[in-house]
């Protein structure tokens, strides 16, 4: 497999031990706050996060993965306690998400079209799981907004168009 990762971390702010050291923004919960001088907005945020779900789709089409498997979900916590920590941030969550959340199950497919939504409540840390097409496609989004994938083939085709909307391509296969 072909290991990269594929985040919005700048790896020249990288030191030898791979430590990030710029602060940066790390979760929804960061919406707000000020970072190198700039202020996290809703949007810019969604900005960010939609980055990663177009990521996820060139890989999926540069691959021809029609559609994603889901195993080990776990919720971070009831779905009534859930709506109480999104209310901050209602603009951002949609009908189709809190559905998501409440109905998700091991052994879901995502489509593309499902991968936009699910990978969102990943990225929110709001849900984790395995998310991955056998043999073929990983994907590892985990806290702090870091996200892996690993592949059967190496995605160096497709890397400046990852790049060209704004994420950073380490490869990691080496």
Not at 10 to 34: H, V
Not at 46 to 61: F, G, N, Q, R
Not at 62 to 76: E, F, H, K, N
Request: net charge neutral; hydrophobic share 35%.
């Amino acid at each position: 497999m072909y290991k990269y990762r594929v985040t919005k971390y700048n790896p020249s702010f990288r030191d030898d031990e791979r430590l990030y050291l710029k602060e940066d923004w790390t979760a929804i919960s960061d919406i707000g706050k000020t970072f190198d001088g700039e202020k996290l907005t809703a949007e810019s945020y969604k900005k960010t996060e939609d980055s990663y779900i177009k990521a996820i789709h060139l890989i999926m089409d540069y691959l021809r993965v029609p559609y994603l498997t889901i195993m080990d979900v776990r919720q971070s916590s009831s779905f009534e306690m859930f709506q109480e920590i999104i209310k901050k941030y209602q603009k951002l969550y949609s009908e189709e998400m809190l559905k998501y959340y409440l109905n998700v199950k091991n052994n879901d497919k995502l489509t593309k079209e499902n991968v936009n939504v699910y990978c969102r409540l990943l990225l929110r840390e709001d849900i984790g799981s395995r998310v991955f097409y056998p043999r073929r496609m990983k994907v590892y989004i985990g806290y702090d907004y870091l996200m892996s994938i690993h592949t059967s083939r190496p995605l160096d085709p497709i890397i400046p168009l990852i790049e060209e909307i704004g994420l950073y391509v380490e490869d990691f296969s080496k």
